[in-house]
T-cell receptor, first 116, second 114 residues
Framework: GAVVSQHPSWVICKSGTSVKIECRSLDFQATTMFWYRQFPKQSLMLMATSNEGSKATYEQGVEKDKFLINHASLTLSTLTVTSAHPEDSSFYIC????????????FGQGTRLTVV | AQTVTQSQPEMSVQEAETVTLSCTYDTSESDYYLFWYKQPPSRQMILVIRQEAYKQQNATENRFSVNFQKAAKSFSLKISDSQLGDAAMYFCAYRDHSNYQLIWGAGTKLIIKP
């Protein structure tokens, strides 16, 4: 089956710094990637949808300048949390799919971000 | 707007028994997909089962089956012969036919008692 790899699995950063999370499709070309945020014991909240080569579409209430998403290639999308603060601490999950195929998006294993 | 509701925050079942998780949804679309995802402690989201709304037959995957009631907008998951490895959060999700964005329920924590 298709594999989506997220890196890192967990990261601790200091308040005020930026951190980048990578989402790679290992054996397929991902035309669309989704970024989610999941708070403890809660469901997934869609942050943004990115299509390769174009700007990401952010959901209402998500700060695009805070959460920078880049989808420059068909196998890689990145989420950069800029000037991180403790309230940005969360679990971030990406998923990826291939346009034209009637298959569901495949999920990465998630990244736990802790801002101290 | 579409919504997905899971009214059971937590369910528990004895190992080897059967358990049913509930899910209701709201949509004005006639063609859509419904899903059950499993999120174990590792937090990797795993697709358990998928149902296409235009198919009347309920989807099954080994010990997992659904009861899809389109008119009632109900989509429950039945797990037979529960195993310890089934312990996880289970999320019900919906998407339109042509929109791959998922609408998620709040989740149900399933506890398996040995």
């Amino acid at each position: 089956g298709a594999v989506v790899s997220q890196h890192p699995s967990w990261v601790i950063c200091k308040s005020g710094t930026s951190v980048k999370i990578e989402c790679r499709s290992l054996d397929f070309q991902a035309t669309t990637m989704f970024w989610y945020r999941q708070f403890p014991k809660q469901s997934l909240m869609l942050m943004a949808t990115s299509n390769e080569g174009s700007k990401a579409t952010y959901e209402q209430g998500v700060e695009k300048d805070k959460f920078l998403i880049n989808h420059a290639s068909l196998t890689l999308s990145t989420l950069t949390v800029t000037s991180a603060h403790p309230e940005d601490s969360s679990f971030y999950i990406c998923s990826a799919r291939v346009a034209g195929l009637n298959t569901e998006a495949f999920f990465g294993q998630g990244t736990r971000l802790t801002v101290v | 707007a579409q919504t997905v509701t899971q009214s059971q925050p937590e369910m528990s079942v004895q190992e080897a028994e059967t358990v049913t998780l509930s899910c209701t949804y709201d949509t004005s679309e006639s063609d859509y997909y419904l899903f059950w995802y499993k999120q174990p402690p590792s937090r990797q989201m795993i697709l358990v089962i998928r149902q296409e709304a235009y198919k009347q037959q309920n989807a099954t995957e080994n010990r997992f089956s659904v009861n899809f009631q389109k008119a009632a907008k109900s989509f429950s998951l039945k797990i037979s012969d529960s195993q310890l490895g089934d312990a996880a959060m289970y999320f019900c999700a919906y998407r339109d036919h042509s929109n791959y964005q998922l609408i998620w329920g709040a989740g149900t924590k399933l506890i398996i008692k040995p």
